[in-house]
């Protein structure tokens, strides 16, 4: 009964390979969100959709792609992994993005490692 | 613009003893202010928010935070530490649409037996 799951857990390649990071949750929400958090455990806010739409779209390289196949699914795709890319990064989801109150919910993280 | 600022990365406390984690926020509103705890490995946990409602805002695991807007602080404390409160602690702020949260650095909280 995960509220917020992210596969994999673990994610070790080569640069310039090209990666996928799933999202789901099953709490019902409107919204989804991906951050990155450096080796300095600073989080920073990537991307977030509210209901399939994009709504924050923060200074991101392309390479990264959010998709989100249905409101219960934010995937992450990463084109032409460099070193800098290696980080741990969190997907969360909150009841809907209007309301500055909402409490968001995080997975559990992906811990990407770039060689 | 909005941001937080927490003082001091890194927090050691005796096991019993009070926990004070500083956590500052600039904002140009009224600000929601929110508490997250990270033990090794996991993601973030709510601990507490602040949402105009009280300035003394009570959390899980015994924690709580009051919102001063005198001194733009959101304090975390805990009367008594324990041992199972050693994890990195964030303070954040949400602003804007799409509840854009701003995290501040992170405290490193370590608990002495």
């Known amino acids: 009964d995960t509220a917020v799951s992210q596969t994999p857990k673990y994610l070790v390649t080569q640069m310039g390979n090209d990666k996928s990071i799933k999202c789901e949750q099953n709490?019902?929400?409107?919204?989804m969100y991906w951050y990155k958090q450096d080796s300095k455990k600073f989080l920073k806010i990537m991307f977030s959709y509210n209901n399939k739409e994009l709504i924050i779209n923060e200074t991101v390289p392309n390479r990264f792609s959010p998709k989100s196949p249905d409101k219960a699914h934010l995937n992450l795709h990463i084109n032409s992994l460099e070193l800098g890319d290696s980080a741990v990064y969190f997907c969360?989801?909150?009841?809907?993005?209007?309301?500055?109150?909402?409490?968001?919910?995080f997975g559990p993280g992906t811990r990407l490692l770039v060689l | 613009a909005q941001s937080v600022t927490q003082l001091g990365s890194h927090v050691s406390v005796s096991e019993g003893a009070l926990v004070l984690l500083r956590c500052n926020y600039s904002?140009?509103?009224?600000?929601?202010l929110f508490w997250y705890v990270q033990y090794p490995n996991q993601g973030l946990q709510l601990l507490l928010k602040?949402?105009?409602?009280?300035?003394l805002v009570k959390g899980i695991n015994g924690f709580e935070a009051e919102f001063k807007k005198s001194e733009t602080s959101f304090h975390l404390t805990k009367p008594s530490a324990h041992m199972s409160d050693a994890a990195e602690y964030f303070c954040?702020?949400?602003?804007?649409?799409?509840?854009?949260?701003?995290f501040g650095t992170g405290t490193s909280l370590t608990v002495i037996p």
């Open positions: 709490l019902g929400h409107d919204t």
């Open positions: 954040a702020v949400s602003v804007g649409a799409g509840n854009q949260f701003y």
């Open positions: 904002s140009s509103v009224p600000p929601y």
């Open positions: 602040y949402t105009s409602a009280a300035t």
């Open positions: 969360a989801s909150s009841q809907d993005w209007a309301g500055f109150e909402e409490t968001q919910y």
